[in-house]
């Protein structure tokens, strides 16, 4: 397929065109043929394909090894053992710190006026998981009603993201998550470097699952939420549709993922730590 340049079909099976794939694939060639014997019936490119395959439409394995004429344990090992091998080096090259400077300059993005020195967006996903045998109160979140993992991303306003955290039990509260994941640290080195360069704190959105983290980070804002037995002042309901229409960044980024990639937005099957 890849070979004979039917493109169309690649995208079809891995939202890719063919140049995209091959240079994902120089990115994790050497991992995926270490060890591969010449002989292999399944080339370095074919077990790429397969694990970006089983990505995009997480079809039952049984299912998923026919259509590519293979065992169906033998199908799930090669995928399994390819996103394992791949998925560190990829987040490498992929994932990477956008400073607001380099949104400024590099990506030439500096027209946001209600925050010029915006740095990004932070929020949290759930993905509903099947009732673990251990442990189970964890992972049962009482605001979805159900047993599920969750994972912060960090996203910048030139829609790509910067940092995401391991996956969490899914009964993890927004700010305990965003403590974990170590992006404090990274945000006060980027305010530093923003007062140096601009002369001004740099911004952070967040929803109001992130209430309180202004004791730690003052320069994150977040929506102001209604009182209790009151209504919000018209100035502060404009400016939660101010921070909600740049917050959109991260849901947008979530909505991508979970559209483009089945695995992520149906309950995951996989063991939790692949």
Avoid at 247 to 262: D, P, Q, S
Wanted: charged share 25%; glycine share 4%.
């Amino acid at each position: 397929m890849i070979e004979n340049q039917q493109e169309d079909e690649l995208i079809l099976l891995t939202n890719f065109t063919i140049s995209e794939f091959n240079e994902i694939y120089e990115k994790v060639q050497d991992v995926i043929e270490h060890r591969i014997h010449s002989d292999s019936m399944l080339s370095g490119k074919t077990r790429l394909l397969m694990a970006m395959t089983y990505a995009k439409f997480d079809e039952p394995w049984r299912k998923f090894a026919k259509n590519f004429g293979l065992n169906y344990s033998y199908a799930e090992k090669i995928v399994l053992e390819t996103i394992s091998k791949t998925k560190d080096i990829l987040v490498n090259y992929y994932i990477s710190w956008i400073s607001v400077n380099d949104r400024i300059i590099k990506f030439n993005l500096n027209h946001i006026d209600d925050y010029p020195a915006l740095l990004g967006a932070v929020d949290a996903t759930v993905q509903k998981i099947s009732r673990p045998g251990k442990n189970q109160r964890a992972f049962y979140s009482g605001k979805h009603k159900f047993h599920c993992v969750k994972t912060q991303a960090f996203v910048s306003p030139v829609g790509l993201l910067m940092h995401y955290s391991k996956t969490f039990d899914g009964k993890i509260h927004d700010f305990a998550l965003f403590k974990n994941s170590k992006l404090i640290e990274l945000i006060k080195n980027e305010n530093n470097n923003c007062n140096k360069l601009l002369g001004c704190d740099c911004v952070v959105l967040a929803d109001s699952g992130y209430q309180g983290i202004q004791k730690t980070i003052p320069y994150v804002i977040t929506p102001f939420k209604k009182p209790r037995g009151g209504q919000l002042t018209p100035e502060k309901v404009k400016q939660n549709k101010i921070i909600s229409k740049h917050r959109i960044i991260v849901e947008n980024w979530f909505g991508c993922l979970k559209l483009l990639w089945r695995v992520m937005s149906i309950a995951y099957n996989l063991d939790l730590q692949t």
